[in-house]
């Protein structure tokens, strides 16, 4: 307890970059360490196990979309009405959960052992906004939130490197080595926890710049909705093929490298997303240099829209043979999380800062992410049943890229246009509504 007082007190006297860095350094391992009870079955190939025609790998994959894309919808209401107290043992009882489900899996062997996949991804999907939940509304979110997306890239290598150690190295089974990947983690995963839970609320300053950030009833969020609800929409569409095209690259990379006739060492699957993370670390956190809410606003669409020229001109560049594999995996790595990331905090929360509505990114995020991981399914089933069964995963991937990229790109640039004409109106409005009141 004193130890635990002493360090609140600390943190409450640093200036406010020190405190950031603190936590963003412990949002950063806490959702490395999520993904530790996440991913690393995704090395795992389970050759020759089927269910109804379809290989046991691609039954996980569904089920723990379908649990984590249903705990995003279940998590517009609960993330935007989250309170600060509990936060922290929330998080632990979650990932506990979704642990124990892993448990269930390797006890029970085949088929049944699907459902428990159901049960490990519906409380990891809540873990996002929890986290982003202490970082919100504060002057260094961008670094703090470029931290915690980084985790997204660097830990869905680490976590699958490990679990490849598991399997090649120490002979574990396919069944037993997500369990137990997940055991390797929870100690970090603890630590993480408490650490980030002594991070002070916001101060009056971080309010003055990025606006107060207030929990949403129904009624609130109904009307933000309202209020933005084309460009919202847009943003929806453009997010459910970027997470189908990122969870094909995270969920088949073993089989999308085995496409490019490389050999799949464990270092292999750590060594394409370091450089990338510290890319993407780079770049993101460059944005809280530039106070000025609606510049940012804007400047995160160009970013979005860079990352999908990078992802498409590399793959064009592999294509044409001019492009090695590695560099192809490291370049369509970039742009794709170089779009990503800007869905997953910071675009929403310098679109709430720049309109100064009453609100909190929570709702956003988990709106958008609940038909993202739907896309992500629609995207899986359409490999299986669509006409494309016999496509390689690399082939289906390169033709996502290409297809899903360019409509992406045209829906952002309306959605540009839509936010910059929705600002003059409320820019024109605002004189108007002052004389009234004068």
Avoid at 40 to 57: I, Q, R, S
Wanted: no cysteine.
């Amino acid at each position: 307890m004193l130890r635990s007082a002493l360090l609140s007190k600390k943190l409450q006297e640093a200036n406010s970059f020190q405190m950031s860095v603190f936590a963003a350094l412990m949002g950063f391992l806490v959702y490395s360490s999520m993904y530790a009870f996440r991913k690393p079955f995704a090395v795992a190939a389970f050759e020759g196990e089927e269910f109804l025609g379809l290989n046991l790998k691609i039954w996980l994959i569904l089920a723990q979309t379908l649990g984590y894309m249903a705990s995003k919808f279940y998590g517009i209401k609960m993330i935007s009405e989250l309170g600060d107290r509990g936060r922290a043992r929330l998080i632990l009882t979650l990932i506990t959960l979704s642990w124990m489900a892993l448990l269930g899996f390797a006890l029970v062997p085949g088929p049944a052992g699907i459902l428990f996949f159901v049960l490990n991804g519906f409380p990891l999907g809540l873990i996002w906004g929890i986290v982003f939940h202490y970082m919100e509304g504060r002057r260094f979110t961008e670094m703090m939130g470029s931290m915690l997306a980084a985790s997204f890239v660097f830990s869905s290598g680490f976590v699958k490197s490990i679990g490849r150690y598991l399997l090649l190295d120490w002979g574990v089974t396919e069944y037993w080595m997500p369990f137990l990947t997940g055991a390797v983690f929870f100690p970090l995963l603890l630590v993480a926890v408490v650490l980030l839970d002594h991070i002070p609320s916001p101060s009056l300053e971080d309010q003055r710049m990025r606006s107060p950030r207030s929990s949403m009833d129904s009624a609130s969020r109904k009307v933000f909705f309202r209020e933005f609800r084309i460009g919202i929409m847009l943003l929806i569409l453009v997010y459910m093929m970027l997470t189908g095209l990122r969870d094909l690259r995270d969920n088949f990379v073993v089989e999308i490298w085995s496409g490019l006739q490389m050999e799949v060492a464990p270092e292999l699957l750590t060594k394409t997303e370091v450089p990338i993370t510290l890319i993407l670390l780079g770049l993101m956190s460059l944005l809280v240099l530039v106070r000025d809410n609606q510049r940012v606003l804007f400047l995160n669409h160009w970013i979005i829209l860079g990352g999908f020229a990078i992802t498409i001109l590399s793959t064009l560049g592999l294509q044409a043979g001019i492009l090695s594999p590695f560099y192809w995996m490291v370049l369509t790595g970039t742009g794709i999380y170089m779009a990503y990331i800007p869905f997953n905090s910071l675009l929403f929360d310098r679109l709430i800062a720049t309109f100064k509505y009453a609100g909190n990114v929570g709702f956003l995020m988990y709106l958008v992410d609940s038909f993202g991981y739907l896309g992500s399914s629609l995207v899986l089933v359409f490999k299986q049943v669509g006409g494309t069964q016999n496509l390689s995963w690399l082939n289906f991937y390169l033709s996502s890229i290409l297809v899903f990229l360019s409509i992406s790109s045209l829906l952002m640039g309306v959605s540009l246009f839509y936010f910059q004409r929705k600002l003059k109106k409320r820019e024109k409005e605002a004189p108007v509504s002052l004389s009234l009141i004068n």
